[in-house]
Nanobody
């Protein structure tokens, strides 16, 4: 089992920045690809960004490319999502996820509880 705990969410004005963190425990963090998803009430959870085990590869949703950056620190068992130029449409609950196989997974293995990000206009 892998436990994932997100932090760093909050309220920010449009154009502002936030950095989300996700602390992992339970298994060897560097063995897992990591990702971020987000969900708005009434809508499906959507992919935001992902990163491979050794940080060699990353992937982003088109809607966040150039604004968000995913990174990880395997020594700290933590993955980050730096979010810049935030817009009201980025408002959502953000979830951290882990996968044993690939940063391009279509079925992620573990999920955190989520952290709320609210962007005011």
């Amino acid at each position: 089992q892998v436990q994932l705990v997100e932090s760093g969410g909050g309220l920010v004005q449009a154009g502002g920045s936030l950095r989300l963190s996700c602390a992992a425990s339970g298994r060897t963090f560097s063995n897992y690809a990591m990702g971020w998803f987000r969900q708005v009430p009434g809508k499906e959870r959507e992919f935001v960004a992902s990163i491979s085990r050794g940080s060699t590869n990353t992937g982003y949703a088109d809607s966040v490319k150039g604004r968000f950056t995913i990174s990880r620190d395997n020594a700290k068992n933590t993955v980050y999502l730096q979010m810049n130029s935030l817009q009201p449409e980025d408002t959502a609950v953000y979830y951290c996820t882990a996968d044993r196989i690939s940063y391009q997974s279509r079925s992620w293995d573990y999920w955190g509880q989520g952290t709320q990000v609210t962007v005011s206009s």
